[in-house]
């Protein structure tokens, strides 16, 4: 067996089944939420303030975004218990650059400007990359916003904490 | 002196606080006993959110759930708690004993006594499990988030499942590396989301690979694992070491049963919810008519449903007693739609399973 | 090692005490399980197993394995994952069953 069952790894297939449409994906910020197991679990409902994730009938349910009424506002982002949560916009900065921002609760936090190791989904290096906002939450949980190369959008999850950068 | 109450509690986790706030909510004298520092349970150290639904405080971590349970009984007349009391005895005349601070011997005598002492670490048998530096996961969790002691540098995590993949993260949170997580299985038998959260930091999740030896002499100094078949036997050239100086064990729970043994409940051995558990019916009631049980001490499931378990234990105990609750019938079918959908979905198949064995269809 | 940032937690710590491990003057925190002090302080034999003698270090944490007993001030079998540290403790590496006094 291979993929996100064994390895907690998705395939890229997997990403890209959470985007939304090309048109979409053109005009802004979008939320994708990398979560494809039915667990009892439903807080990013009540997170989003335009209802733009739809109510569950049943707890055990997998979330469904409404990408016509998101805006890629990252609410969600800290709320969700199991971090799957990402806003991509490929609207950011030069044609081939993107941004994403990510959940990440480590500490020390890196600065605006910084320049952070940004990790494949499998942890692998993919590129380094500007930090371009972070944002703390009440719950703890930062949202960090990144500038990556486009060409990266399906691949890079998560920034390698500095405390362990400086470590290895 | 013998101290008298309606309600006893034993153990003050999600599950015991739960049942306490229902019954003090009910007019009943209760009274916690808890061998820990601090009431919460498995609580006091899980920083991670919770899962679940508003009504369990999904979203919110688990550290500070605990305080939640307390709000509004906290400094209630009806409601005692006693720390670093372990209970101990029980007789037939319903006497409980406990030992106070290991020094004291406490009496007390409830007219029914609700039993959530939780469940306790498995171990699995290789060479070397018993030298220090092989810690169970729980353990670690609490050396680290409850008291702030690194558990060393470099740890091998074995078990997939969610408490392993969870302490993993917080082990990263805390500074400490994770040379792996190694897996029987064929596969990761916690949450998804949990694997995925710590794969994209660079911690290899292993499957169908198993510990064989501890190393070292006075310490664990590394540890040989390898690879194994369907039959779960280690297949000969696969076998590596692996760089840490502690292991941590996250290869299941054990309910904590004694006290149900000592008030002659009937017991049953249920695989899928972790050991011999009490029988019970959709109040949590057992078979002994003064005795409840809630949490994972009546199965290994998750705080969540120790919650709802816990909340329905406290009013069903409560009104056997005879407590004026004029919206028991609409409290107690909320309750148990609650802790219906949770359970309802592909990950709550086992734990249904379980408990269709040792739930009783007939209120007792 | 004591965990000095962290994303999530801050740390309460009591006010720092002394103590001795087999007559070696040693610090912690009061209030602080003896066994989490030890372990800061690099401590992770706290006993001899009875019949081989094999080290025994904490396994559970909170009290219920008993993988951890000690000896202190003079009572033995005491498990140090959760008997809280104050000033003067006198610990011992446990071998054997202990002897009542
Ligand atoms: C690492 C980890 C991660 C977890 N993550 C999640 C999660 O994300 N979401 C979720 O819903 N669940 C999670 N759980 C599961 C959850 O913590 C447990 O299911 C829950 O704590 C069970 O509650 P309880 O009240 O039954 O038992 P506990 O929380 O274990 O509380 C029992 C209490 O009773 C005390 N006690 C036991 N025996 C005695 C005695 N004889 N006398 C006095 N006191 C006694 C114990 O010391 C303890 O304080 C996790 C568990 C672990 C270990
Ligand atoms: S480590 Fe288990 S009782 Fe102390």
Redesign the interface.
Known sequence: MSGIKSTGVPSRELIESTFPSEERRKSGPFAVIECWQEIPCDPCVASCPFHSIADMQNINDLPVIDHSTCNGCGVCIAQCPGLAIFVIDETFGAEDEASIRIPHEFTPLPAVGDTVRALNRDGSFACEAKVIKVRNTKSKTPVIEIAIPARLILDVRAIEPLSRAKNI | MIRECDVLIIGGGPAGLASAREAVKAGCSTVVLD???ELGGQLVKQ????????MEY????G?WIAEKLLDGIAGSPLFTPYL?T?ASGLYEDGVVTALFE?REVLKFRPKKLIIATGA??K?IPFPGN???????A???Q????V?????GKRCLMVGAGNIG?IVSYQL????V?VSAVIEGM???GG???????????????L?RTTILKALGE??VTGALIADIDENWQPIAGTEREVDCDFICLAVGLLP?VELFYLAECEMKYVHKLGGDVPLRDATMRTTNPNVYVAGDSGGIEEA?SAMVEGAIAGLCSAKSLGAAIPDFDERFARLSDELA????????EHIRRGLAECTMEELL | MRIVEHPILKFERGRKVAFTLDGKPMEGFEGEPIASALHDAGVTTLSYSIRHKRPRGFFCAIGHCSSCLMEVDGRPNVRVCTEPLREGMVVKTQSGKGVLR
């Not at chain 2, 609490?142 to 988030?145: P, Q, V």
């Not at chain 2, 959908?341 to 709550?348: A, I, N, S, T």
Request: some cysteine; aromatic content about 8%.
């Open positions: 061998d820990a520092m920083t991670h959110k919770f899962f679940g639904s508003e999904a979203g919110v971590r550290i670093r372990t290991d306790m670490e171990t018993d030298l220090p530096g092989v810690y169970g729980g353990a670690v609490t050396l680290m988030n008291y702030g002691v690194m558990p993949l990263l949170q805390a500074g590396e064929d596969r990761v949450y998804w989301v949990h694997a995925s959260k710590i794969a994209r930091l660079g911690i290899p999740i499957t006075e310490f904590l969540s959908e949770l359970r309802c979905g592909p990950v709550g």
